[in-house]
């Protein structure tokens, strides 16, 4: 019922963006960035919170036409502890599909998969995300912050346990060069998932962004 009440705030969208004209545009993000991950589900180890980092890579690819959007994302990198002791692949893929009401909002629906991947085992999360993000100028329209807070309307993971509560949210700057076809993003999120029974999961993030085409 949640998803089915979000798909209709997204429709709800339509009258403010149905006189709007113009073709499809296509954008690419291309991101490089940090990862900082504290676990202590039963997957990470059985002696204690596990607290992992490490570099990874992602991108997104986005079509727009009359304020609505779809993107596909992907993002992948390898984890380890700051002893080595401990290593993991991390996975993340998402679908979104967004509408944008007012030139300020965007409000988005979509599935999202987190894996962390050893030889032996994968801790698996997937979610239905609700988000909704705002964007304010800075000092002019060329550089603008933005602040975009998501949850999820259902949960699963591959944990005896179960899934509970996950959240989220990011903040960034964006610098767009005055007749550029590219522009610049800073940003940090930061997600929290915790199972029914005990133990949570902490993800925080710093990239640094790369967009070609219009957003």
Do not use: C, H
Request: aromatic share 8%; hydrophobic share 50%.
């Amino acid at each position: 019922m949640k998803t089915i009440g979000v798909i209709g705030i997204l429709a709800s969208a339509l009258p403010a963006v149905a006189g709007a004209q113009g073709r499809p545009t296509i954008a690419f993000r291309g991101d490089a960035g940090f990862v900082w991950v504290r676990s202590d589900t039963a997957a990470a180890a059985a002696g204690g919170a596990v607290r992992l980092r490490g570099p990874v890579l992602g991108g997104e690819g986005r079509v727009a036409f009359n304020g609505f959007a779809v993107g596909v994302g992907l993002l992948s990198g390898t984890l380890q502890a700051a002893d080595q002791t401990v290593k993991r692949d991390l996975i993340e893929g998402r679908l979104v599909v967004a509408a944008q009401p007012l030139p300020w909002l965007e409000m988005s629906v979509g599935p999202f998969v987190r894996a962390y991947v050893t030889d032996s085992v994968t801790e698996r999360w997937v979610f239905w995300q609700a988000r909704a993000r705002v964007e304010a100028p800075i000092v002019t329209a060329s550089l603008t912050s933005y602040v975009e807070l998501w949850r999820a309307l259902s949960s699963q993971v591959n944990l005896v346990a179960g899934a509970g509560r996950v959240q989220g949210g990011e903040a960034g700057v964006v610098y767009r060069p005055p007749q550029r076809p590219f522009w610049l993003r800073l940003a940090y999120r930061v997600d929290d998932a915790a199972v029914r029974v005990g133990g949570s999961q902490t993800l925080e993030a710093i990239s640094v962004s790369v967009v070609v085409g219009a957003r």
